[in-house]
């Protein structure tokens, strides 16, 4: 399985300001994603990253509200723009690895962001 | 889109007692996948299920692979306090489709 760090582990934000959000894989992954989680919610997917281009969202997720890095095959950023309030949720980065021969998908653990 | 219904939505059992929980989906799914999430942590992999009918351990968990594709099962036997968490269930559409739907969770409470 992938060992996934991700930094900050939690944090405490202003209104308006912008917050970046690394995700550091132990080995070589081709899958990445960001998925979010609100408060007492199941998990959405924002995006998926993409190494050499541009990230591809899910609906109702925009590049310019949250931006994504992905320069090589172990690390990606994800940028909470503008934050508001609505924005409190935990962040997760999430890889796609292998079991044997067969892959799986794992997650990091996560970045608790409050947004006052 | 994809929907996942996921029951039940909590749990409170005894230590001791067998735990069931299911996800049912509006689609068919060539991967379920369960999942556990304590508190202030990320969810972390139980059990990954590849094929209709799949019946796979993990120590006390069991789970299955519906056979029309479009549900699976986690069972849980013999509960101890540590097992208290979310547990959730995600669904995969598979081939070069790696997007995860998730089901909303069950909170699982053991009382020693």
């Known amino acids: 399985s992938a060992v996934i760090s991700q930094k900050p582990s939690r944090d405490i934000c202003q209104r308006g300001t912008s917050l970046t959000i690394q995700c550091q894989v132990d080995?070589?992954?081709?899958?990445m994603f960001w998925y979010r989680q609100q408060p007492g919610q199941s998990l959405t997917l924002i995006a998926t990253?993409?190494?050499?281009?541009?990230?591809?969202?899910e609906s109702g997720f925009v590049i310019d509200k949250f931006p994504i890095s992905r320069p090589n095959l172990t690390f990606s950023t994800l940028t909470v723009s503008n934050m508001s309030p609505e924005d409190s949720s935990i962040y997760l980065c999430?890889?796609?690895?292998?079991?044997?021969?067969?892959?799986?998908?794992?997650f990091g653990p996560g970045t608790r962001l409050t947004v006052l | 889109g994809q929907q996942l219904n996921q029951s039940p939505q909590s749990m409170f059992i005894q230590e001791g007692e067998d735990v069931s929980m299911n996800c049912t989906s509006s689609?068919?799914?060539?991967?379920w996948l369960w999942y556990k999430q304590d508190p202030g942590e990320g969810p972390v992999l139980l059990i990954a299920?590849?094929?209709?009918?799949e019946l796979t351990s993990n120590g006390r968990l069991t789970a299955q692979f519906g056979i029309t594709r479009k549900d699976s099962f986690l069972n849980i036997s013999a509960s101890i306090p540590s097992d208290v968490g979310i547990y959730f269930c995600?669904?995969?559409?598979?081939?070069?489709?790696?997007?995860?739907?998730f089901g909303k969770g069950t909170l699982l409470t053991v009382n020693p």
């Open positions: 080995s070589q992954v081709t899958m």
């Open positions: 990253a993409n190494q050499g281009s541009e990230a591809t969202y």
């Open positions: 995600a669904g995969r559409s598979g081939g070069s489709n790696y997007k995860l739907t």
């Open positions: 999430s890889v796609v690895g292998t079991s044997g021969l067969l892959d799986t998908q794992y």
């Open positions: 689609s068919i799914f060539n991967t």
């Open positions: 299920l590849y094929k209709a009918g």
